[in-house]
């Protein structure tokens, strides 16, 4: 996994943060994210080489295709490691609200 700073580097394209949302529901092609994204197929590859050369995107070859998918283990690495740097308490809140909604419906 890459230092905080080059994950603030990657992370700091809104299309790449486009990529992994979209990845987050399935493995996709190169085709379907330029459609989704509105961009071309050359810039969606640009960007799946920075996500996959940071180990947070993964291929795999299906017949003539090659889906992407998130490394979920890298991902996780990546959000505990801002979850470090962060210490506005947001995480602190977000985890009593949580605890609310729970009381709040059980």
Not at 47 to 56: C, D, E, N, W
Request: hydrophobic content about 40%.
């Amino acid at each position: 996994m890459k230092d905080a700073a080059e994950l603030f580097k990657i992370f700091s394209v809104d299309k790449r943060i486009e990529i992994i949302e979209l990845l987050k529901k399935e493995p996709l092609s190169v085709n379907v994210l330029a459609k989704a994204l509105g961009i071309t197929q050359s810039a969606v590859s640009q960007h799946l080489r920075v996500l996959k050369g940071a180990g947070l995107v993964k291929d795999e070859r299906r017949g003539y295709w090659i889906y992407y998918s998130l490394n979920r283990d890298t991902l996780e690495k990546c959000r505990q490691r801002l979850n470090r740097i962060c210490t506005c308490g947001c995480l602190g809140q977000q985890v009593i609200m949580e605890g609310a909604l729970k009381v709040k419906k059980g």
